[in-house]
């Protein structure tokens, strides 16, 4: 019990750090040409700002946070409770940009937090079989890596909203397999010691999937269409996450009676708060990008 305590705890912190990382990455990179999105530009003109930096900083501790979370609770329990993190996207990005949060989006938040609560009071996860073996591992990143590529040819090549669509399913698949590797390395720490996740190619995996998939996330931020790409961010990585969890590691819920019918409904409840909040967040920060455009043509 203390150990799904802990992970809630790790999990609500991980999510505070990663919506400061997404709201101040968003506002670093708002001048990048969406045409730029997937490019060297992109990757030169990012390190070069500071605040960036800060807001990748900020994203990293979530990181943190989350492997504390999985080292304490099944991904069934830790990546649900991370969308959570639109809760706290949703007041930041507000004050950032000078704006009140609206009537809906005050409502929608508070149906997210009551679902939330729901499913942590009734999601009992069963621990699952983290040994997981090196061609098992090769096998998940090679088919989702085939997925992730494929989106992002795809990307390449389309526009408007297919573009950011795209890019978002392959950053939220991305993550859910990122997640998924790094419960493989904390069960490692757990059992085996700090020294023998070194010879875990999950570790290594986990360091070259984050890095590409951050830089995927930024170009999923300047394609366009926000108002699609965020929602679709936040919901695929916990599917994945969740599904790769039940399947690939063994974990499932101990639920019984009226319980997986409250579960349903909260999920459900989650799903939508989510798609709404990510949503209006997403045409706000279009709207602003546009002002922007805007001022720098008059000014040119």
């Not at 730029?36 to 501790?61: D, I, N, P, Y």
């Not at 101990?254 to 709404?276: C, F, K, Q, R």
């Amino acid at each position: 019990m203390l150990g799904n305590s802990l992970a809630v705890l790790f999990a609500l912190c991980a999510a505070v750090f990663a919506a400061v990382g997404i709201v101040v990455r968003q506002r670093a990179t708002m001048d990048v040409p969406a045409e730029k999105g997937v490019s060297t530009v992109m990757l030169r003109t990012l390190l070069r700002r500071r605040l960036w930096w800060a807001g990748t900083a900020s994203a990293v501790a979530g990181y943190v946070f989350q492997a504390l979370a999985l080292g304490y609770g099944s991904l069934l329990l830790v990546q649900p409770v991370l969308v959570s993190a639109l809760l706290f996207a949703l007041p930041l990005s507000a004050r950032l940009a000078h704006r009140r949060v609206s009537r809906a989006e005050w409502l929608w938040a508070l149906l997210l937090t009551g679902a939330l609560t729901v499913f942590v009071a009734l999601a009992r996860a069963s621990t699952g079989t983290y040994g997981v073996s090196v061609a098992t591992t090769v096998t998940v990143v090679v088919v989702c890596a085939a997925a992730v590529g494929l989106c992002v040819l795809v990307a390449t090549r389309s526009t408007n909203w297919r573009r950011a669509v795209l890019l978002a399913l392959a950053v939220g698949v991305m993550f859910g397999v990122v997640a998924v590797l790094t419960k493989i390395v904390m069960h490692t720490v757990a059992v085996d010691g700090v020294l023998a996740v070194l010879t875990t190619p999950a570790l290594y995996l986990v360091v070259t999937l984050g890095v590409i998939a951050t830089l995927l996330q930024q170009s999923a931020f300047h394609a366009g269409s926000l108002q699609t790409s965020v929602p679709t961010m936040l919901v695929v990585e916990p599917v994945v996450a969740v599904v790769l969890g039940s399947v690939v590691l063994g974990e499932h819920l101990s639920i019984t009676g009226w319980e997986p019918v409250a579960l349903s409904v909260a999920i459900g409840a989650m799903a939508a708060a989510t798609i709404a909040l990510g949503r209006d967040e997403g045409a706000y920060e279009e709207r602003l990008e546009a002002e922007l455009e805007v001022k720098a043509a008059g000014q040119g």
